[in-house]
């Protein structure tokens, strides 16, 4: 890949050098746990702030993904094989939390920018890998997988789609229905993962203008997904899952992709008959609550600043594109990350290392001691960043709209540890996928979590969620509904039960806890 801060100095972190890249080619204070309903009174008081966690984790960490029992997966930077998993504090918060070893990847596997998601089932899967450990200096599109097993802390291999030698880097997207699209590096073709069999099937790819190379995908709310072409440029696609077909959604206007400086497999590694020159790279994108998709670019000449573009998804404009403001003191964000805040920001990480907040219509750097690392979004509102030297936590300023709230229309009034239970309502996947990288590694966070929290003592428990009835966002007032499974280990008495999603938690419900054992807890 090309002048990568973030990406770049993660390899460089993996022990991964300069020639490996280029054969690839393509005032801190410790705060205390904050329960989850004083965290709009934190906010309030504590506006941008960043905390470094209190407990670092025992490795850089290279990839972190939010489960749906509110832990976060995290996967070592000295050994890709190697994971390691965060508990959040007793009252739920992630700066005083825990670090545990998981279970390692398969023997031969341990892959670094591969192509990932967190199903409906609550299990998480990886597949491909630009790099595998045996061999990290060089370019190395291993098309493994597995599927990790938050119940048993273990990982499972998963095959390939038929015929697929290579996965590498690919994109993906978990679709309204569950299934898992994703797209192969080296050619036009898509396959669907089912987490039910974990079998994978070839779907359609009509229309494909180009290779599905270095480009990253976008959930729309009508369940469609949106890319911006990288070889292609400045054209941008939309693939209609129901029709098995892809449909070009018109130029950019600004030219999002940089352009490749690699015209031959000669002057770097892999050997010629496994060449692979890629197309140039891309920044990430975010749907934003307003149906607007925040696309961000990589520099377009030379190391000149990143253009931006905004897609319209519904509304008066809908279908259209817009320019969007250059990146701030001549940055950009090829194959770098964004979240969207609860407050409908968004805050994209520059390849200077700099961080920057959207707010729909300027950029502003974000002053503080932020980590280059790949962030997540906590249940907590919270952005929490693994780089190589700490794990920081970011609470950006801001609220969200009521509006934008999961709300619970039914739900147990008794639960017993140990039982799993239905929860209904509206909006549990969110507005957003809420995460994005320019290509591979995804961590989206559209699925709902459950909260219990103690009257008496304020303590926190999350709850395990599983089969949720889809994985579409900005769902409305469409009747939707998840699985969780009450904490073995959680406390007995009155307390009250929220639905998360994207950082942002619906109005507490009255629940009591019954058939628990005598739970201390720190």
Known sequence: MFRMTIKSALVALAAVTSAGL????????????????????????????????????????????????????AQSGDNWNTWYRYQPDSEGGYSDGTW?????????????????????????????????????????????????????????PLGHPARWKWIG?????????????????????????????????HVSDSGKADFNAEEGWTLLANGT???????????????????????????TIVDLHSPSPYHSCLQYGPKPKDCYLPPGEIGPSILRPDGSVFYTGSYTSGYGAGHTAIYYSTGSKAGTWAQGPDFPNGDNAGDSYAVLAPSGDVFVFGDSGALYDWNGSTFTEVNGESEVGPPILLPTGQIMMSGYSSVVLYTPP??????????????????????????????????????????????????PLVRITMNSSGNVYYAYTHDHSTMAVA?????????????????SGAASLQVVANGIASKAVDVTVTGSRNVRRR
């Open 100 to 156: 545990t070893q998981v279970g390692s990847l398969q023997s031969g596997y341990a892959p670094y920018a591969g192509a990932s998601a967190v199903l409906a089932n609550g299990e998480l899967v990886m597949s491909g890998g630009e790099y595998n450990e045996g061999g990290k200096y060089q370019l190395q599109l291993v098309n493994l997988g597995a599927v990790f097993n938050p119940k048993t802390n273990k990982w499972t």
């Open 475 to 491: 769902t409305g007032s469409k009747k939707v509904w998840t699985y969780f499974d009450v904490p073995s280990k959680i406390a």
């Open 22 to 73: 280029a054969g690839c080619a393509g005032g801190q204070s410790t705060l205390p746990g904050i329960a989850p309903q004083t965290l709009d009174a934190m906010r309030a008081g504590h506006p941008g702030s960043f905390t470094k966690v209190r407990n670092q984790p025992p490795a850089p960490m290279v990839l972190a993904f939010l489960l749906t029992d509110g832990s976060v997966l």
């Open 169 to 201: 880097d690919s994109p993906t997207s978990v679709l309204p229905d569950g299934k898992l699209l994703m797209g192969d590096k080296l050619h036009n073709w898509d396959a669907e993962l089912d987490p039910k069999t974990l079998k994978w099937h």
């Open 398 to 447: 801001g609220s969200p709209k009521s509006s934008w709230a999961p709300t619970i229309t039914s739900a147990p009034s008794s639960v017993t540890a140990g039982k799993t239970y239905k929860i209904i309502g509206t909006q549990f996947n969110g507005l957003s996928q809420a995460m994005s990288f320019g290509d591979e590694f995804q961590n989206a966070t559209n699925y």
């Open 225 to 251: 997904v949106l890319t911006a072409d990288v070889k292609d440029a400045p054209n941008s696609e939309i693939y209609d899952p129901q029709a098995g077909k892809w449909t070009s959604a018109g130029s």
